[in-house]
Structures are given as structure tokens and as C-alpha cells.
């Protein structure tokens, strides 16, 4: 095992059982009270049978569970030949509108290492030389050099094309694409624009075009399920109909509210989208849109056809094939039922799915307008036709900005506008807006936990959100008689906050809550007789 500071990128390919180990006492300190002996899980060792069956080697966690060891010499030299074919590719016009930055990345990268200091997974990892942005880019233009440049082929390691493409660097390589969450923080920092998020997508996009390998919690059970059944839950249009009807009985039994969903209202000026996760684990989030959307006098509804109901879409962190079948699946959806324009909820890679990345993937006549909520949650705030009474959510609140909405779109303001109308003790986290820190689980880590993978997210990948949180409310953090509300106005991210909390037994032992924008404002109506949220009955 090498010494992490003594890591180069050429080690990829050595033959060691595993490269590198993360250790407690290295890894970046939590603050207060987690800064004490016993507050904190330790690492586990991967068990011997994950490394007989996956790539374990690079740092003892699997995120490609689909990935596994060649049992013969053909089929590894097979998965070298498709590594390669993929990586000529990606430098072609068929690469789908990303060669230019991927090129200019790929060329231009002066090793400054801007990037690593603003790269969380970095930090998190007590500056682990394994997780700088620029080590996978430099692994992947190794390779390049190597085997598709002239130079490299003839000068070899005199030109840095000094890598061989052996069965172990190469899994080694698609497990390290898996560790970055595709935040792009590094790339806002760069000094020469450059994004090494970029070859991260790129590496994944190999081995899933090209290699068919890619964690089954997104391709298998997320994508794959979406295609087949219209959500990556698993939600069919049976269920999603009875879901909704039970919400409605919820809402009328704990509230007094008699709402019925608009279903497949046809020229409806709003198609509201959800991450169906919302209907299965946060149903208090499409409960609090529909009592803000019909107490507001909004003409909106829900489609319940395939591709109409889940905002999702998985294949923007993997495939770009992928990606483009959702995309004009919910186009086609919102075209059907002749709206307006979609409005997308709380879901953070939704918006980048459904208003940045659709616009190349569906065209002209295909298109619908893609809207986020925050700015509409915030005119319904302001428009005066909703009542607030901000004592209700008289206790410290914090605001996560999710990467794909804040960082990526430049949706900063209005969310903020709204927390400061109905939450009197809002503060801000440091660093916050574009400059917010990813909450760990981008690109698809909140819904990955196969074999060991969660533990690398809660340590190491939410480290620093984790750290953000807690120094948000360093002033109460101790006193669990005072509610603590992290507001996370993303699925993906709640997914993410709610392992660390439990990770941590943070919510347990220091009262620690989390939630959306949306609850937080059913909870300040002045028309709701009790709390919206349970842990204010207790």
C-alpha cells in the first residue's frame, strides 16, 4: 500500500491489493461536538470476497457493483479493447456537444491545483493526493497519449504517456470517476475556466456506452425502472394514482384539507414534476406544493402517463443515451396534455436535466418551458395572496443550495427571499451560494450503498457539508431542546442529509432536522390550525 502523499497517477497500474487506505485520525476534523473521541463511526475493512469480485484496489470502497473481475485472459483483454474503442470516441464529433470542453481541459490543465482546494471530496479526505480533481484527468490523458497520439506512441514516458491499459488501471480509473460528484465547484474556481468534472462524466460515459458497466442503484434500478415503468422508484401509473389519493385522505385527516390532485388536467398552465422519491419518502413535499399551489389559485397538474410523473433522470450523471430518452419522454408527456409551460420541484439534478441538458437532446416543436419552482415559490410568497405568520417557524434554520440549482443554474436569491419572509432565524452557511460546498451525494452517491459505498459518502463525500451544518448552528448545536432545521430544496440532497444525520445520530442526540422550502412554508400559513411538522407536535 503506498503512502497517499506518495501517490502519482501512473500507480494506478501497479499491482498492489490496494493503493491506498483512508484512516480516522487523517481524514479532515468535524467540528464541535463531533471533535470528541467516540462521536464518529470508524472505517471498516471491504471484505475479502468484494475484492475477489470487484475492482476494491483503488481505496478498499466499490462503487461499480456491476464491475467485476475477468475470469479468463480474453475477456480482460476484451474489456481493454472497449475501454480504448471508448476513449477514441470521446474525442470525436460524436461525443454529443462536450468535445470542445473536454478538449480544452484535456490540452489546456496547467496542474495548478486551483481545483483541489476547492474540491470537498478533497478536503474531506484530509487532502488525499487520490481525490485532487486533476488525478483522474491526468490518468485519462496518460492513456490518451499512449495509445492514440503519435508522440506518445514513439516518446512514451518522455511525453507523460507512461500508463499501460491493464484490466486493474483501467477499473481502477472507473472507480475513480466515482469518486468525484460532478459538482463543478472545481470548475468555477479554475483559473483558465477549465472543468475537470468533465473527464469524470466522460470515464463514466465509457463504461456505460461502450462497456455496459454502471452502478445498478442508477442504471439497473434507476434508469432501467424509468424506461419500463415511468419511474426510477419503481412507481407505476397504478401506483402512483393510488399514492396520490392517499395523500389526499393524509391531508384531510392531519390538516382538515379537502384537495384533490389536478390529474391529467389538459391545458393546465403548470405540469409540476416531482423526483418521485418525494411521492414514497417525502410525502409531506408534493402534500405542501399542492396546499401552497391551490391556496395560491394556480391552474396546474400532475401527468400520471409514463415519463410525466418522475423528474429524475438518472443517465445526465453516466449516458448520455440514457439521458436523452427521459428527456424527450417527459417532453412528450408535458406535449400531450398541451401545458405551458413544466415546472420542476425540489429536486436539484432535475433542474439541470430537465432546463440545461434537454435543450440539446429535444428540439423545435419537441420543446416545452422548463421552469424552476424557487422563483414561482417565491411570487407566491410576495404576491399577497398567502398569509404567513413567521413565529411558527421560530427556531434556527439553514439553508443547503443544491449544486444543479445554485452553482450550475444561478438560481440564488429567491429561495432566500422566501426563508427570510417566514423563518426569523435563518443564517446563512459558510461558504453559501455558488460558492455552497455539494452536499456529498451528487451524481447519483445518495442512492449508492452497494457493497460499502454509503460509508465512503457519509465519511468522506458529505464530510464537508456535514462540517457546514454544524458550524451553521454552533450556538445551539448541543441543546437538543432547540429544533435545528437544515432546509435542503433538493431530493438528492435530503437523501444525503438524512444519511449523515443518521449516520451520526445527529437528529437523535442534538435535534437536529431536515427538510424542504416548501414545508417550511405550509408550516408559516396562518390558515394551518396545528404544525406542519411532527417534530413540532413532540
Request: proline fraction near 6%; aromatic fraction near 10%.
Amino acid at each position: 500500500m503506498i503512502d497517499q502523499k506518495d501517490l502519482k497517477p501512473r500507480d494506478l497500474q501497479r499491482p498492489d491489493e490496494q493503493l491506498i487506505k483512508l484512516n480516522d485520525n487523517e481524514i479532515m476534523p468535524l467540528p464541535a461536538p463531533y471533535d470528541k473521541p467516540g462521536m464518529e463511526p470508524a472505517f471498516t475493512e471491504p471484505k475479502p470476497a468484494w475484492r475477489e469480485k470487484y475492482c476494491a484496489s483503488l481505496d478498499g470502497f466499490v462503487a461499480l457493483d456491476t464491475l467485476k473481475r475477468p475470469k479468463t485472459k480474453e475477456e480482460e483483454e476484451e474489456f481493454v479493447k472497449k475501454f480504448l474503442s471508448g476513449l477514441e470516441k470521446i474525442f470525436t464529433d460524436a461525443n454529443g456537444g462536450a468535445l470542445q470542453p473536454l478538449a480544452l481541459t484535456f490540452e489546456y490543465c496547467a496542474k495548478c491545483n486551483t481545483c483541489s482546494e476547492a474540491c470537498h471530496i478533497y478536503e474531506g479526505s484530509g487532502n488525499n493526493e487520490l481525490y485532487r480533481p486533476i488525478f483522474r484527468s491526468e490518468v485519462l490523458r496518460k492513456l490518451y497519449k499512449k495509445y492514440f497520439t503519435t508522440s506518445g506512441k514513439i516518446l512514451g514516458g518522455f511525453v507523460g504517456a507512461d500508463m499501460d491499459a491493464t484490466w486493474e488501471s483501467i477499473a481502477r480509473l472507473g472507480e475513480a470517476a466515482y469518486r468525484c460528484n460532478l459538482c463543478r465547484r472545481c470548475a468555477q474556481t479554475c483559473p483558465l475556466g477549465l472543468d475537470n468534472s468533465i473527464p469524470a462524466k466522460e470515464i463514466r460515459k465509457i463504461f456505460s456506452q461502450e462497456m455496459e458497466i454502471a452502478p445498478s442503484p442508477i442504471h439497473n434500478k434507476g434508469t432501467v425502472n424509468q424506461l419500463k415503468t415511468g419511474s426510477s422508484t419503481g412507481l407505476t401509473k397504478p401506483a402512483f394514482l393510488d399514492t396520490v389519493e392517499f395523500l389526499e385522505e393524509e391531508l384531510e385527516e392531519k390538516f382538515g384539507r379537502k384537495i384533490k390532485f389536478p390529474i391529467d388536467k389538459k391545458g393546465a398552465d403548470i405540469l409540476l414534476i416531482h423526483n418521485a422519491g418525494e411521492f414514497i419518502a417525502w410525502p409531506q413535499n408534493p402534500m405542501a406544493f399542492a396546499i401552497l399551489f391551490e391556496e395560491a389559485g394556480l391552474n396546474w397538474t400532475l401527468s400520471s402517463e409514463m415519463m410525466g410523473y418522475d423528474s429524475v433522470n438518472y443517465g445526465i450523471w453516466y449516458d448520455d443515451i440514457q439521458a436523452k430518452r427521459i428527456a424527450t419522454g417527459q417532453m412528450t408527456a408535458a406535449k400531450d396534455l398541451d401545458v405551458q409551460r413544466i415546472v420542476i420541484g425540489e429536486c436539484g439534478h432535475a433542474h439541470k436535466a430537465a432546463a440545461v441538458i434537454a435543450d440539446r437532446m429535444a428540439y423545435g416543436s419537441d420543446k416545452v418551458p422548463v421552469e424552476s419552482c424557487f422563483p414561482l415559490l417565491r411570487e407566491i410568497a410576495y404576491s399577497g395572496a398567502l398569509k404567513f405568520d413567521p413565529s411558527k417557524n421560530n427556531f434556527p434554520v439553514t439553508l443547503h443550495d443544491p449544486c444543479n440549482v445554485v452553482r450550475q443554474m444561478g438560481i440564488v436569491q429567491p429561495q432566500r427571499d422566501v426563508l427570510k419572509l417566514i423563518a426569523p432565524k435563518f443564517r446563512e452557511m459558510t461558504p453559501h451560494g455558488v460558492d455552497n460546498y455539494c452536499c456529498g451525494g451528487g451524481s447519483g452517491f445518495a442512492i449508492m450503498n452497494s457493497p460499502n459505498f454509503g460509508e465512503f459518502r457519509n465519511k468522506v463525500s458529505a464530510r464537508k457539508k456535514f462540517a457546514q451544518i454544524l458550524n451553521a448552528f454552533q450556538d445551539t448545536i448541543e441543546d437538543p431542546s432547540i429544533v435545528k432545521y437544515v432546509c435542503a430544496p433538493c431530493s438528492n440532497c435530503k437523501g444525503t442529509i438524512r444519511g449523515i444525520l443518521e449516520f451520526y445520530e445527529a437528529t437523535e442526540k442534538f435535534n437536529l432536522q431536515y427538510d424542504g422550502l416548501v414545508e417550511l412554508m405550509v408550516n408559516a400559513l396562518v390558515t394551518m390550525d396545528k404544525p406542519y411538522f411532527e417534530f413540532l407536535e413532540q
